[in-house]
């Protein structure tokens, strides 16, 4: 059926900028991303609480992050292989339907090791819809508005990792950590029932066996190791830091209260406006001075929250926010863009290193922590983000974008 009605269609039937079919795929991913760092950062405004409710230290608490977005990572690429033979639609709309009730599990574990397991079994069944949701626009939406798309799903994953942290950060002063959970849990499920009604079926998908040959494809081009490496080194400064800032900020000299720490992941609504902001500049200009441009950005941001002093710390810390998400909508579209065949594979690929980054680069930053304080993590993220600039300098366009992608202004890439 499905192949069948693939055949009959024009690759100019894809959903184009301010159509129906376009503003529909948009709603279902922005919600997808939503519900889904939802439930993966739910523990991270929670670090400083669970530290003390368990009896472990900051890198150790900070397990609760890294095994989610760990055990993401090593699923997202056989999952995304799964979705080269089963399809898009499918993939994403089982794995989220798994992902409820680990959900609802997470605030009933009796312990630190209990609550470590379920929290890495969630990362497994959260990876579908982040495996897949690139190459699911890729195929659909056409290349004069796949910037656009991309970034606005990124903007549902920046709201997402938004509330949840705001939302059980605020119910946890009032209830307790295990409440905060459990109302993230909750809401995350509605989330999901809407995303299951919203997302439109793939029209432009075809079936292919698993394999890797499209694995080794994508790991052979330069420019696709060099995006690779971007997402790993990103998203290792971007997790380091709000992952261990919640530390400083309780301690002397801010001394500030729980709720007052949760309200300054308020600052992930900038990546809610720069990501698409970014994606569609890109469309137009080119991606890699984009790319450049918010890579420097998040160093300016990181630099920026080095004063003991909470205006300047907010202020950083919303630059670089700023920055990282319209960094990471324009690596991770690019991947899609870039990708002439095995498209999930490709973006499977992207998203373990990212995920890699969070979990493997977000502990390492937390080694940084308890050895130099802020001043060392600050230094550790700038050396990551030099390595980010640095790769993505290498990338060049290659000839399949050449031929795919819309005419960007002469000389901008």
């Known amino acids: 059926m499905v192949s069948s009605l693939v055949s009959t269609l024009s690759p100019e039937e894809r959903h184009r900028r301010d159509s129906p079919g376009l503003r529909r795929v948009n709603l279902a991913l922005f919600i997808a991303g939503l519900t889904t760092f939802i439930s993966l950062y739910s523990a991270q405004a929670l670090l400083p609480a669970l530290s003390r ?3 472990v230290s900051p890198a150790g608490s900070s397990l609760l992050v890294s095994l ?4 993401l990572a090593l699923a997202v690429i056989p999952v995304s292989a799964l979705s080269e033979r089963f399809g898009r639609t499918r993939v994403m709309l089982v794995s989220s339907a798994i992902a409820v009730p680990l959900g609802l599990l997470v605030p009933l574990c009796p312990s630190f090791p209990a609550l470590a397991a379920v929290r890495a079994l969630q990362g497994i069944a959260l990876a579908g ?10 195929e659909e939406v056409h290349p004069e508005a796949f910037g656009g798309a991309m970034g606005r799903y990124i903007a549902g994953n920046t709201i997402g990792g938004l509330a949840g942290r705001l939302l059980p950060g605020f119910v946890t002063d009032l209830a307790g950590w295990r409440w905060g959970l459990a109302v993230t849990a909750l809401a995350s499920a509605l989330l999901t029932v809407a995303f299951w009604a919203l997302l439109p079926r ?21 420019g696709m190791r060099r995006l690779y490496v971007v997402g790993l080194v990103l998203m290792a400064t971007f997790v380091t830091v709000y992952n261990y800032l919640g530390y400083r900020l309780i301690a002397a000299p801010f001394g500030l209260p729980q709720t007052v720490v949760a309200l300054l992941f308020i600052m992930y609504l900038a990546g809610t406006f720069s990501s698409p902001m970014a994606g569609s500049l890109a469309d137009r200009i080119g991606r890699r001075p984009v790319l450049l441009g918010a890579c420097l950005v998040t160093a300016g941001g990181l630099l920026l929250t080095l004063p003991d002093s909470l205006p300047a710390v907010a202020a950083g810390l919303l630059v670089m926010t700023t920055g990282f998400f319209a960094a990471h909508s324009v690596a991770s579209g690019w991947v899609g863009r870039r990708a002439a065949t095995a498209r999930a594979h490709a973006s499977g690929l992207y998203l373990f290193f990212y995920y890699l980054g969070s ?3 977000g502990s390492a930053g937390g080694l940084a922590y308890e050895h130099g304080r802020w001043p060392s993590t600050v ?3 700038l050396v990551l983000l ?5 790769a993505a300098l290498g990338v060049r366009v290659s000839a399949g974008e050449k031929r795919t992608a ?6 901008s890439e």
Request: a positive charge; proline letters at 13%; hydrophobic letters at 45%.
């Open 202 to 222: 793939s029209r432009f998908f075809t079936p292919s066996r698993p394999g890797l040959g499209g694995l080794l494809r994508h790991l052979r081009d330069p």
């Open 53 to 55: 409710a368990f009896h």
């Open 359 to 361: 979990s493997v680069g």
């Open 68 to 71: 989610a977005t760990g055990t």
């Open 379 to 381: 230094a550790y993220g």
């Open 406 to 411: 819309p005419s960007p202004s002469p000389g």
């Open 129 to 138: 819809v982040p495996a897949v949701a690139m190459a699911y626009l890729a």
């Open 386 to 390: 030099a390595v980010a600039f640095a």
